[in-house]
């Protein structure tokens, strides 16, 4: 079983449009992340909830708004899309308390998005 | 300048050479990640680490923490060891659990 799931893979669409990036983890774990990776490789931190609060919220624009549902769950979901959007986006989770403040992270195998 | 710096940016080496890939920092840290991009995407965790030298197969992290420098070695490289291989380190000073990413070392290992 994968160990945390995003779809989808691909996402091709044209500017203005809302679309929504799922992300589940069966892990067990207490943290989950959004990333951003641009074009020169830099993975970038946009979100992070721990137990469904809101812990990371870095300077991305409020067309980004996560929603988690639940600690195994944490969608991205992108308002009136631009051009500059376009990335691999990887969600993430680990443990962050309790079960070790330092543990690895699992990353799903991202979301490719192109806005045209 | 970054917090967190790699080197060599690019590395390409035949099968079978011995690997080094160097990380630097200028913070305090609680611990330093290592991970692996393969070129299809995926992001893969191979190491976390707080002091000393962790072993996995051909793959050895080594850190020192009063130099605020990492190393990750690959031994008897293989051309599946071609991949994007990423430092990041978790500061001690942070109490929201944030990384500061490297730009990450592309390695490729020819036949």
């Known amino acids: 079983d994968t160990a945390v799931s995003q779809t989808p893979k691909y996402l091709v669409t044209q500017m203005g449009n809302d679309k929504s990036i799922k992300c589940e983890q069966n892990?067990?774990?207490?943290?989950m992340y959004w990333y951003k990776q641009d074009s020169k490789k830099f993975l970038k931190i946009m979100f992070s909830?721990?137990?469904?609060?809101?812990?990371i919220n870095e300077t991305v624009p409020n067309r980004f708004s996560p929603k988690s549902p639940d600690k195994a769950h944490l969608n991205l979901h992108i308002n009136s899309l631009e051009l500059g959007d376009s990335a691999v986006y990887f969600c993430?989770?680990?443990?962050?308390?309790?079960?070790?403040?330092?543990?690895?992270?699992?990353f799903g195998n991202g979301t490719r998005l192109t806005v045209t | 300048k970054n917090e967190v710096e790699q080197s060599p940016q690019n590395l390409t080496a035949q099968e079978g050479e011995f690997i080094t890939i160097n990380c630097s920092y200028s913070?305090?840290?609680?611990?330093l990640h290592w991970l692996q991009q393969h070129p299809g995407g995926g992001i893969v965790s191979l190491f976390m680490?707080?002091?000393?030298?962790k072993k996995h197969g051909r793959l050895i992290a080594t850190i020192n923490i009063q130099e605020k420098h990492s190393s990750l070695h690959i031994t008897a490289s293989h051309p599946r060891d071609s991949a994007v291989y990423i430092c990041?380190?978790?500061?001690?000073?942070?109490?929201?659990?944030?990384?500061?990413w490297g730009a990450g070392t592309k390695l490729i290992i020819k036949p």
């Open positions: 909830y721990n137990n469904k609060e809101l812990i």
């Open positions: 680490l707080s002091s000393g030298k």
């Open positions: 993430a989770s680990s443990w962050t308390k309790g079960q070790g403040y330092n543990s690895p992270l699992h």
């Open positions: 892990l067990g774990h207490d943290t």
């Open positions: 990041a380190v978790r500061p001690d000073f942070d109490s929201n659990y944030q990384l500061i």
């Open positions: 913070v305090g840290i609680s611990a």
